[in-house]
């Protein structure tokens, strides 16, 4: 994640439960599972700068999790530092073309492992993918574990999730439902949701109520422009934001698998799931009027 600007609170009380979502069964969140992406990503490949081979090792291990799970992945590769980055995108076969992007930065800064930020996002997403394979949400959502999300020696920051924007085109960018970006969700602080309010905040306050309604603990904040949102709300498309804060190990050294905190990967794996399950026809229609 590439911090900067500013957090500031909105308050809201509680409401009576939102509709109740697709009675479709559905498995419930595996942290066990989760955590073992985490343990693979920080600990086996470890630093994953851009461009570079321990990102091209992750995107590889992000890749073949979806191939097994039966998702059709396509690598989006771009120049970026002199070296090659890369988005891996999972769709189910046959899923509606533009639904909702749930994505997770796979990228470090040189020298941290990137537990928390972003493995754990990462994980999340994998673990998404396998609850919800072959199931009737699978058809509107797609995953992406987006390349090259923090700053670069050019400056720029957040490449692979704009690289995606541009890639859409004028149909996708105008048709696409909304995007949730799932970064540092495991150090032991309050889950954060919201958006930069750049774009409308249909999605992210959708998904707030989805969870807050759900009994899980979130708060909703305007975040600053510091994730893989930001290139979709810049280009008008509702997007959120799923955070729990800025920690003491973000960007170090420090931030490995023994510094995060796995109850709240499985809190926001949990409040994830609510959302995805929830997402049919009739929620896209309503994200793309705004």
Known sequence: MSLEGSVSARSAAPRASARAASG???????????MAHVRKLASDIGVRVRATRGELRGSRYIAEQFRLLGYDVTIQKFEVDGGTSRNVVASWPGSRRYG??????MDTVSGSPGANDNASGVAAILELARIFAGK????????VAFGSEEYGSNGAHHVGSQVYVNRLGDEGRRRLGGMVSVDMIADGRPL?????????DVVA??????????GISV???????C?????FEHAGIPASFAYSGPEPNYHEPSDTVANMDPNDLLRTGR???????????????RFRRH
């Open 24 to 34: 479709e069964a559905v498995e419930g969140f595996s942290n066990e599972r989760a």
């Open 100 to 105: 909702v992007v749930v994505g997770g930065h």
């Open 136 to 143: 009737e949400s699978s058809r509107s959502v797609r995953f």
């Open 192 to 200: 954060l949701v919201g958006n930069s309010g750049i774009a409308d």
């Open 205 to 214: 306050r959708t998904l707030y109520r989805r969870i807050r309604d759900a």
């Open 219 to 225: 708060r909703y904040h305007t975040l600053c422009d």
């Open 227 to 231: 994730s893989d949102h930001g290139p």
């Open 271 to 285: 409040a994830l799931r609510i959302f995805v399950k929830a997402v049919d026809r009739d929620m896209l229609q």
